[in-house]
């Protein structure tokens, strides 16, 4: 089981700017993707970004250009910094990662609001 906690979300107001943490309890190099997620509400969980062993990213239409997904292996943290927020980016965000072996794991969310 891995443990994922997510951090750094909060209000801010449109164009501003948040970085989230998401700290797991084993080495970053023994996942094969790490990815943040976002669900608001009335809607569906979405992938917002992902990174793979490889350093292989991915980013929804929505957030390229805005959203930079890194991670710091000495840390064993992931990170999403949020540049230039729009209204519609607010959610709750995710951490998810898949190990080696294939399993999934969820960070229980931090809740992002960005006002008008």
């Known amino acids: 089981q891995v443990l994922l906690v997510e951090s750094g979300g909060g209000l801010v107001q449109a164009g501003g700017s948040l970085r989230l943490s998401c700290a797991a309890s084993?080495?970053?190099?023994?996942?094969?993707?790490m990815a943040w997620y976002r669900q608001a509400p009335g809607k569906q969980r979405e992938l917002v970004a992902s990174?793979?062993?490889?350093?292989?990213?991915n980013y929804a239409d929505s957030v390229k250009g805005r959203f930079t997904i890194s991670r710091d292996n000495a840390k064993n943290t992931l990170y999403l910094q949020m540049n230039s927020l729009k209204p519609a980016d607010t959610a709750v965000y995710y951490c998810?990662?898949?190990?080696?072996?294939?399993?999934?794991?969820w960070g229980q969310g931090t809740q992002v609001t960005v006002s008008s």
């Open positions: 990174i793979t062993s490889g350093d292989s990213v």
């Open positions: 084993r080495s970053t190099y023994s996942f094969n993707v």
């Open positions: 998810r990662t898949q190990t080696r072996l294939g399993d999934w794991s």
